[in-house]
């Protein structure tokens, strides 16, 4: 199993496919066996993980695995304990409320680097940062929480998944490096390994996935001539006497009109 860390810059795609926009994530990533487990948004910066492990992403992403993330954000407005106390307890959002997070006030940290283009400064309303901890990962989620207590993102970095830490590897914008799984407890548990799907693989509402993968036969694999075929006969593949009859209440007229294309003579 392979496992890279890579600090994603400001203003990039956390995709391999080309942007005519945007710089993606294949500007920096070429090895073409590795996926992504867990995207940030366009706007956010920091700490991604790319694998060849299928199953790596559902096991980061999914509440249940209580995979905590860290992030530093810059809000908009002097932030409120009484606004850190909401995001503690959890906020009502428009798809529900978030489950309980962790949250303080925090000073600019000194490893912070330059974002290009950076955060607009304002004189007359300050700034401020806070240490936020989730386990979920819905749609822009940290960003709708603080704006839901009256404080707005200004700047969002992802610094740590569980116990890999963006800052201790030392990681600058766009670089990236490969970590050993077996060194991280946040692996031991991991699921089996699943085959990539793409995102045309379409799940069914209710299921665990899409159509099933049928397995190929394999070599003198033959077929059993005692086994029933299953399935219902077409009226075709029926005997006269196996055919279903009109059923009538005895004043069904025989039918003696010509049949159509044809006049009278049958010509």
Request: charged residues 30%; positive net charge; aromatic residues 6%.
């Amino acid at each position: 199993m392979k496992i890279v860390v890579f600090n994603k810059p400001y203003d990039v795609l956390s995709q391999f496919r080309e942007d005519t926009a945007h710089l993606t994530v294949s500007s920096f990533i070429h090895d073409p066996e590795l996926r992504i487990a867990g995207r940030l948004d366009l706007d956010s910066e920091g700490l991604m993980f790319l694998t060849d492990h299928g199953g790596l992403n559902q096991f980061i992403t999914h509440p249940s695995n209580k995979k905590y993330k860290t992030y530093l954000v810059q809000v908009d407005g002097d932030i409120t304990e009484e606004a850190l106390q909401q995001l503690r307890k959890g906020v009502e959002l428009a798809d529900g409320l978030t489950l309980p997070a962790t949250a303080m006030k925090v000073d600019e940290p000194e490893w912070l680097w330059d974002r290009d283009p950076p955060v607009r400064y304002r004189a007359s309303i300050p700034t401020s940062w806070i240490e936020l901890q989730i386990c979920e990962g819905r749609n822009r989620q940290v960003r709708r929480m603080t704006a839901a207590v009256g404080f707005p993102t200004l700047r969002l970095i992802r610094t740590q998944i569980g116990s890999i830490n963006l800052i201790r590897l030392g990681l600058q914008p766009g670089e990236q490096t490969e970590i050993e799984p077996l060194l991280f407890p946040d692996f031991k548990d991991l699921p089996e390994d699943k085959p990539y799907r793409s995102r045309s693989y379409v799940k069914k509402p209710g299921g665990t996935g899409g159509k099933p993968m049928h397995q190929k036969k394999k070599e003198g694999d033959k077929k059993d001539p005692n086994k029933k075929k299953s399935g219902t006969k077409r009226i075709w593949q029926m005997d006269e006497s196996e055919k279903p009859r009109r059923k009538t209440n005895g004043t069904t007229r025989p039918n003696t009109k010509a049949p159509r294309g044809r006049n009278r003579n049958g010509r």
